[in-house]
């Protein structure tokens, strides 16, 4: 430690003399610190920031993602610095997390920015700042993308940590044209990334540090910056989850009972896929349900959605769109099941009309179960179809669903099987994806819509930019980068 010292006189009220030391602390380049004891055994500490040296700022757009821009700058000494960035044409700036800049050439990604914008941007220190000469311009929607509205919006009932929505989308383009995308709470495209297939599920990882999204046979972990990962899925169909301990869980159709002559008899597994790479099938629909009936009198059980509960350790697994069944992650059990399947042990209150397809289903933080529907009404013609989210308590000793709240979404006259879901908010609230209109709802606890986001879809045009099953709300951006994007010494 350097330090200087020297004595003063220092002055209580306006009488008393007093003897006081100072002491000039050296070890924080960035900062002097003052400490005054004085004789009384008063102390009083002061800290100055001293200025770090900013210079010669530029930015240049991510190679892949054209919404994100890495910024450089030069230090003349080490000091914590933020990189903020202001669109134009708005009044506020934005900072990044407070990085630890280091002596000489720094650079730091910078996510937020919609596609298509231009904005100011400038390096702070507690002492300086420097400002960018010429503004950042980001790159243009992709081809095929819509600008998305916001035809709903009561800020204050929000979900407040639900600043972004992740979903995955087609574009406009072609039916095989794919992209997970990422907009803000005004609509604006935040990040886009092309897909080589359709996500049944773009989800955030157990970690909280990355994404998960699939294609037709793997998984692919990835920093919203940079993929670091594939898991292999031969055969998959429909939807995954993780687990805790990072195993990928999926579904395919059981080999050994495929048999798609007429009448068809198709049943699906569940496969768990380790860290490591093994491979193991822990629920078979063929052992637990051999009579299964579908739709149509036909034996189709597949499934059609995947969820897992961390609280119960459990599976929600939706078969062939008309029945929900629960399995044990442990052991692989069949704890209960509901819908077209006889001999269900659960009762619904009040009782459960059948006509709807239940498209996922999933359990809420105060472990209520919470169910997306299709919905086919006959009563009118041609047939109306209809999103619904239904939440039901628990009973687990009389195995009773009390109906809490019936969501009724928008009518249109489309296609019954509308690739909606539903995901729990810790609010209480629900966040809600529907493909066929390519909208996303936030409802509050009460079932109140207070967001509604709209993709642009076009009826009669299905797969006009659909979004698909899954969206998932983000609070944090820099929390999902690579760690390789942390500021560093070029």
Known sequence: MSSTALTVLALSGCNDIHLATVTDSLTDPTTTTDTIVVDTGTTTTTTTPKPVGLSELSWRLHDEVRSFVYVSWTQDVAGEVTVDYQLQGEGSWVASPTIMGRKGTNEQLIAGIPYGHTADYRVVSNADEATGKEPIVTGQIPAGMQEATVSVSKTKDWYQDG???????????????????????EGRLIWALPSADLSHGTRISQSGDHILYDTADEVVRRYLDEQFDEISTQGKEESFVELPDGTISWTRTDPEHNDKTWPPQIYGELVETAPDGTETVVWRCAEDFPDFEGQFGVNLCWVDNL???????????????NDVVEVDASTGETLWWFGQSP???????????????????????????????????????????????????????????TRLQNIQI???????????SAVGLPNG??????????????????????????????????????????????????GLLSPDETVHLL
């Open 343 to 401: 001999d269900s042990p659960i009762t619904f209150d009040p009782p459960l009309v059948h006509g709807a397809s239940y498209e996922s289903v999933s359990y809420t933080a105060s472990g209520n179960l919470l169910i997306a529907e299709a919905v086919r009404d006959y009563d009118d013609f041609p047939p109306v179809d209809y999103g619904r989210v239904r939440e039901y308590a628990i009973d687990a000793n009389t195995h009773t669903l």
């Open 429 to 478: 609230g629900v966040l809600y994806a529907e493909g066929e209109l390519s909208t996303i709802h936030e409802f509050d606890a009460n079932g109140n819509r207070v967001w509604q986001l709209n993709l642009g879809a076009v009826l009669g045009k299905v797969p006009q930019h659909r979004l698909n099953e899954r969206a998932v709300f983000i609070e944090d951006l820099y």
């Open 163 to 185: 600043l972004y929505v992740i979903a995955p989308q087609r574009t406009t383009v072609s039916i095989d044209d794919y992209y997970n995308v990422i907009h803000d709470r």
């Open 307 to 321: 969820d897992y509960d961390a609280v119960r350790d459990t599976y929600l697994l939706n078969i062939a769109w």
């Open 410 to 420: 928008q009518q249109h006259r489309g296609n019954m099987y509308i690739r909606n």
